[in-house]
């Protein structure tokens, strides 16, 4: 019982300590990756290459359908809202609030994290190597100059395409909830374009619009580096590989219901 007093304060101080460290990881990778995608020499013919071949598995391949199921759930959701407006007598606030329920806020948080399931948590061997680059770009020039190269073709390219697919999927399925609700409300004639438009407008003024690109690019970036920055702990960690969670699942979804509230916050308090 002695033992066990006097060991588990030390027990908690190094769970404690390699919290914080995979923590201050994924902020490491996250600035390495930011730096790289920023940087001119990134964009050569290679890296290139790599972005159009993210892009294409990320994006290309999943927009449609990813649309359609996306459609068909905000069809549902857009007809609860009209029908229970209707009934209290604020259908003049119905379009207003499918606008801001659902296309500033509900499907971003679905593209990313459609994003994030379908590739960003890829347990794969380039993770591993992603991982150690982060790590050797700390180094001496001489020593990291091949794990730099490795991160400008294959981590820059990784944070632009899914960036660019969370943007992507959030705005093409938003541009088809829009003409959703307009049918629902106003059917197939075109004397409701003026009232529709000028209420799309008044939500979707430039700070609004702003924030909402820049949110969808902050998903991206956190699903492209969180899952990353996991491989890193689980290969200095490797009995942590047992786990049935995913590897970065629930950090993720923590920063991204993190960044989700800081929106709502900026935007409503």
């Known amino acids: 019982m002695r033992s066990l007093i006097h060991t588990k304060p030390r027990i908690l101080g190094l769970h404690l300590l390699r919290y914080l460290h995979s923590w201050w990881s994924t902020l490491h990778l996250g600035a390495v990756a930011l730096v790289m995608v920023l940087s001119p020499s990134t964009y050569g013919r290679a890296q290139r290459r790599a972005t159009a071949h993210y892009i294409y598995g990320s994006t290309w391949q999943v927009l449609p359908w990813f649309t359609l199921l996306a459609a068909v759930v905000s069809l549902v959701i857009i007809r609860i809202v009209v029908v229970t407006a209707l009934s209290y007598g604020l259908s003049r606030y119905a379009l207003e609030m499918v ?103 008044r939500v979707f003024d430039p700070v609004v619009t702003s924030g ?37 699942a629930v950090r993720l979804l923590f920063v991204l219901l993190l960044i989700e509230a800081g929106s709502l916050a900026l935007k409503y308090i």
């Open 99 to 201: 606008v801001r329920v659902l296309v500033l806020e509900l499907i971003p948080l679905s593209a990313a994290l459609f994003v994030a399931l379908r590739a960003g948590m890829r347990f794969d061997s380039s993770a591993f190597g992603l991982g150690q680059a982060a790590m050797a770009s700390a180094r001496p020039p001489a020593a990291s100059l091949e794990k730099l190269r490795q991160l400008r073709t294959d981590l820059a390219p990784m944070v632009i395409a899914h960036a660019f697919s969370v943007l992507s999927l959030a705005m093409v399925t938003s541009c088809t909830v829009l003409v959703l609700a307009y049918v629902n409300l106003y059917g197939l004639s075109p004397w409701g374009l003026p009232d529709y438009t000028r209420t799309v407008g």
């Open 212 to 248: 909402f690109m820049l949110k969808t690019v902050l998903f991206g970036t956190a699903v492209a580096v969180i899952p990353t920055a996991a491989m890193l702990d689980l290969q200095r960690y490797p009995r942590h590989l047992s786990s049935s969670v995913q590897p970065g």
